[in-house]
């Protein structure tokens, strides 16, 4: 191992792949929105209260799923128990707010644009409306809507612990390469030296 972490090529690779790994990383962490992930709220029905204002028996399991594909449209899905329901909806985004407006099957293209341009115009009805968004959560104002996304959390610790590997792997790749480099010279001055000694002696 430590033979092959010593060689050049090795040692550009590991620093190249640890930099565009830690770029990655932070432009992953400090995007708005985790798009193609799904920030969900889940809860079950615990008390007979519960069960009252739910309509669902107690052990089952309501929950908000939200996917956004785009800074436009996301796909909203509802669930109670067995039953589920799915819609594709209009959103806006402006920095880290995003507003949920009507389902695309209820709103045309063009009355969305209008919307946002509303919205664009009147910046205070669109914060009063928008709920704060990142790559890991979104939640309203009053905490009414809290919803985590998972999948941004899982990449976050996996990706920190392959990126430091990386990083510790181009150190110790970097640190045999000089150490061997510095022997190569050190062997070549030694032999030199002896020649010369062995000339002068002659």
Do not use: H
């Not at 009252?52 to 800074?71: C, V, W």
């Not at 990083?167 to 002896?194: M, R």
């Amino acid at each position: 191992m430590k033979k092959f972490l010593s060689k050049m090529p090795v040692m550009i690779v590991l620093l190249s792949l640890a930099a565009v790994g830690l770029v990655f990383y932070i432009v992953m962490l400090a995007r708005p929105i985790s798009y193609g992930m799904t920030y969900s709220y889940t809860q079950t029905v615990e008390t007979e209260q519960d069960a009252t204002e739910s309509g669902l028996p107690i052990g089952s399991e309501a929950g908000m799923y939200i996917k956004f594909n785009s800074d436009s449209r996301a796909v909203v899905t509802m669930s109670a128990g067995e039953n589920s329901m799915t819609t594709e909806m209009w959103v806006f985004r402006i920095g880290n707010k995003v507003v949920i407006l009507n389902a695309v099957s209820e709103m045309t293209e063009e009355e969305y644009n209008q919307a946002v341009e509303a919205m664009k115009a009147d910046v205070d009805t669109f914060n009063s409306n928008a709920i704060d968004i990142n790559a890991f959560r979104m939640a309203s104002d009053d905490g009414s809507e809290n919803m985590t996304c998972n999948g941004a959390i899982v990449f976050a610790v996996v990706w920190a612990v392959v990126e430091i590997a990386l990083i510790v792997f181009a150190v110790l790749s970097t640190l045999y390469y000089v150490k061997a480099k510095k022997n190569v010279s050190d062997d070549a001055a030694t032999t030199a030296e002896t020649t010369t000694d062995t000339q002068v002696s002659e």
